[in-house]
């Protein structure tokens, strides 16, 4: 099983985490792998070691790949979660109260969107 963090808007627009599990197969020697899944594009991105933003919501359903640094995420509820690099998020609250976003360590941070259809 390979675990992802999914974030999302409830019926009453609050924003909530839940781990997913993605099931995993043997590919044989080149490892395990899932079964494929749709994307629309990809978007590479650098922040700023200041990246703090309020309360916002994700422009589209995208999973998010952090490749390096480290933020923090809080729900519209207060729940607060680290992610680090090597971390994958599914986002999909693009509507209601949203979540805020920073940076945690002082460093420039690369991610990978993979928008989804």
């Known amino acids: 099983m390979f675990t992802i963090t999914r974030l999302y808007s409830d019926s009453d627009g609050e924003s909530h985490f839940e781990e997913q599990e993605i099931p995993l197969k043997s590919g044989g020697i080149i490892g ?12 590479f991105r650098e922040v700023a070691p200041s990246y703090d933003w309020d309360f916002h ?23 607060v979660k680290r992610f680090r690099g090597g971390d994958v998020l599914l986002v999909e609250d693009t509507e209601g109260k949203g979540h805020k976003t920073r940076n945690v360590l002082p460093a420039k941070r690369k991610s990978v969107f993979i928008i989804l259809p």
């Open 32 to 43: 395990s792998l899932s079964e494929e899944l749709p994307a629309k594009s990809i978007v």
């Open 57 to 79: 919501n994700a422009p589209q359903r995208q999973y998010i790949i952090l490749l390096d640094g480290e933020i923090e995420i809080e729900t519209s509820l207060g729940a």
